[in-house]
């Protein structure tokens, strides 16, 4: 799924917008993160070490408004009934993925992000971070460590394997 709205994002957005501005925003947008970031990077033929910092930071913008302030919006949230069972949903479902975060904390984590798979990334890594309380000094180092592993993966991938498919 990751790859067809990558894809999506490069064939009809490209030309329309800079190809910057594209893998950046595609960075930011949960599910896509870092990984779709890197994979329109390449199918836009954005240069590897360029679109490396421009991915890190489109991901990585979310992650302290993430885990200072979702307990207090899921709070509100919760408080009314259109919200109350998206928020429950979404507790449950990233709650479901936190047994090795549980386990290992701050390398649980760090796996948690950084092992580019469907359901994982700085936007559920974070989310189950502030769930579980763990500390921000504790957090923020773990998923950037767990952001880098899937830079170097996602490199791997898009540019080694997929890069030369496209």
Request: some cysteine; charged content about 15%; hydrophobic content about 55%.
């Amino acid at each position: 799924m990751t790859n067809a709205l990558a894809q999506w994002f490069a064939d009809n957005l490209g030309g329309v917008i800079s190809a910057e501005l594209i893998i950046f925003l595609v960075s930011m947008i949960p599910l896509l993160e870092l990984r779709g970031g890197l994979v329109v990077a390449s199918l836009l033929h954005v240069d590897m070490w360029k679109a490396i910092p421009i991915c890190i930071v489109g991901n990585l913008i979310p992650v302290p408004f993430i885990l200072l302030l979702i307990i207090q919006i899921f709070g509100l949230m919760k408080k009314t009934k259109v919200f109350r069972s998206l928020v429950e949903k979404l507790e449950s479902k990233a709650m479901g993925k936190s047994e090795q975060i549980q386990r290992y904390e701050f390398w649980g984590l760090v796996l948690f992000v950084g092992i580019p798979l469907p359901g994982t990334g700085a936007w559920t890594g974070s989310l189950i971070a502030a769930l579980l309380g763990v500390k921000n000094k504790k957090a923020v180092p773990a998923i950037f460590l767990g952001l880098i592993m899937a830079t170097v993966i996602m490199c791997v991938i898009s540019y080694g394997i997929l890069g030369k498919v496209w």
